[in-house]
Structure formats: structure tokens, C-alpha cells
């Protein structure tokens, strides 16, 4: 079972690059990995998804070392409305969703 | 394009009561289909998940149960609620376990 190890909580100023890593110490070879963002009462978004090295959409990008044992989700530029939790999803295994494992995120907060 | 419809959005209920709460998806067929509950600043904790009409896996023990009477149809039940069953509530569908899931607006759940 992939379990992940996230911190508890960042701060960034507007404007500024946030980098938020996750760590799968026994993540499996057929695992993916996912980030989704969460806002209060609502339910998660998903933000962006990789196997290996790096991804790249238009709101984020995922870097992921040779060995996958770690991803580290990179915000450019955030803004107020970047402030959520951020949760890393690691597994993927097709017929295995019980290895699906949520992180327990990070509460990114915004400030001017 | 595919749409995912959870209800109620809030419910109270007292103790003992039974539980039934709802969740469709619509724009996909053979989906695989998640409840998840998410205690108070808590992270996700998957409850159960189907691959098919029929095929439910439980990931916790506990005194809910889950349906999945037809393909886009997911259904989670209780027939007497206990105080710890309070929680937000999710369900989600992918398209298999190794795509993104995309998650419904959430039930929260008090129970008195």
C-alpha cells in the first residue's frame, strides 16, 4: 500500500511559485500519480496526473524523480483563489482501487 | 460531456435512523464509482468501490453499505446511523482505476 507523506500546511504570497511535494516511499510500479485540489464544502479537482519525469498543463506541473518516490506539485504565480488543500493520489493499478490512498493534504494559504 | 450528481446536498438525521444517500453519473457508461467520507479537516477515506453493476468492494468496516443497482448508479446506505457516521460525504467515477476521478459536490452528513 502506497502511503504518502505531505506537509500540513504552506504559506506563499501572490505572485510567488509554490512547490508542494509528497513522498510514496513504496509506491508501485504500475502506480500513477495525481493531484487534486480541494476548497472548503466542495468535492476534490483534479489538477494534474504523471507516471514519470515531468507534466505540464495549463495551472500546474509535476515533477517526478527517476526512483518515484517522490512528486512535487508546482504552482506558477498563485493567487488568493489557489488557497485550498492539496491532496497527492498515488496508485492506479487497474482492478486494485483499494490501493488508492489520499494523502492527508496540504492547506496551501494565499496572502497579499 | 460527463456530469456527476450527488443528493442531498445536506442532511440531518438522528441517531439510529436509516440512510440513504444518491449519486448518478451521467455522459459515460461502465464507470468505476467511489463514496468516500471525509471527516472535519480530515482527509478522503474511501468507503467502497464498483467496477460493475453489482460489484461492490468495501475498503472499512463499518454500518454502511453500498449499491450499485444500475451502471451509472451508486447508492449508500445505512439502516440505523451511529453518531461517529456524521461526515462529507463523495462519491467520484473514473474511468478506470487509473484515470483521474472526478468527484461529485458532497453530501455532509450530521447526525444528532
Known amino acids: 500500500l502506497a502511503k504518502t507523506t505531505q506537509p500540513i500546511s504552506m504559506d506563499s504570497y501572490e505572485g510567488q511559485e509554490v512547490n508542494i511535494t509528497c513522498s510514496h516511499n513504496n509506491i508501485a510500479t504500475n502506480d500513477y500519480i495525481t493531484w487534486y485540489q480541494q476548497f472548503p464544502s466542495q468535492g476534490p479537482r483534479f489538477i494534474i496526473q504523471g507516471y514519470k519525469t515531468k507534466v505540464t498543463n495549463e495551472v500546474a506541473s509535476l515533477f517526478i524523480p527517476a526512483d518515484r518516490k517522490s512528486s512535487t506539485l508546482s504552482l506558477p504565480r498563485v493567487s488568493l483563489s489557489d488557497t485550498a488543500v492539496y491532496y497527492c493520489l498515488v496508485g492506479g493499478d487497474t482492478g486494485t482501487a483499494s490501493k488508492l490512498t489520499f494523502g492527508t493534504g496540504t492547506r496551501l494559504q494565499v496572502t497579499l | 460531456s460527463q456530469t456527476i450528481h450527488q443528493w442531498p446536498a445536506t442532511l440531518v438525521q438522528p441517531v439510529g435512523s436509516p440512510l440513504s444517500l444518491e449519486c448518478t453519473v451521467e455522459?459515460?457508461?461502465?464507470?468505476?464509482l467511489y463514496w468516500y467520507r471525509q471527516a472535519a479537516g480530515r482527509g478522503l477515506q474511501l468507503l467502497f468501490y464498483s467496477v460493475g453493476i453489482g460489484q461492490i468492494s468495501s475498503e472499512v468496516p463499518q454500518n454502511l453499505s453500498a449499491s450499485r443497482p444500475q451502471d451509472r448508479q451508486f447508492i449508500l446506505s445505512s439502516k440505523k446511523l451511529l453518531l461517529s457516521d456524521s461526515g462529507f460525504y463523495l462519491c467520484?467515477?473514473?474511468?478506470?482505476?487509473?484515470?483521474?476521478?472526478?468527484f461529485g459536490d458532497g453530501t455532509r452528513l450530521s447526525i444528532l
Open positions: 467520484a467515477w473514473s474511468d478506470d482505476s487509473r484515470q483521474p476521478q472526478h
Open positions: 455522459g459515460t457508461s461502465n464507470p468505476n
